[in-house]
């Protein structure tokens, strides 16, 4: 089975930095992407952004240039550095991880952590 155990969520003003974690264990032969994304009350999640094993990036429009996704693969974590942090990046943030496990294929999701920008 597996685990993605987020952590770094907070409450910070306008302009202000937050760094996210998300450390996958368990069953994992390989970790082919993990992503970042966000949801509000009343709205589908989003997906902010996604990297690959290999490095390759997506990013939304709404925080390119503010938001920046990493991962170490041989912890198996993925980071969401998040810089000039504006009110409407407030939402619940999502960690998600394609993982294959030998055939098997899987999405899996952290618990959420909640990021809270004041103006």
């Known amino acids: 089975q597996v685990q993605l155990v987020e952590s770094g969520g907070g409450l910070v003003q306008t302009g202000g930095s937050l760094r996210l974690s998300c450390a996958a264990s368990g069953s994992i032969f390989s970790i082919n992407a993990m992503g970042w994304y966000r949801q509000t009350p009343g709205n589908e999640r989003e997906l902010v952004a996604r990297i690959t094993r290999s490095g390759s990036t997506y990013y939304a429009n709404s925080v390119k240039g503010r938001l920046t996704i990493s991962r170490d693969n041989a912890k198996n974590t993925a980071y969401l550095q998040m810089n000039s942090l504006k009110p409407e990046d407030t939402a619940v943030y999502y960690c998600?991880?394609?993982?294959?496990?030998?055939?098997?294929?899987?999405?899996?999701w952290g618990q959420g952590t909640q990021v809270t920008v004041s103006s």
């Open positions: 998600n991880a394609l993982i294959q496990r030998y055939s098997t294929v899987d999405n899996y």
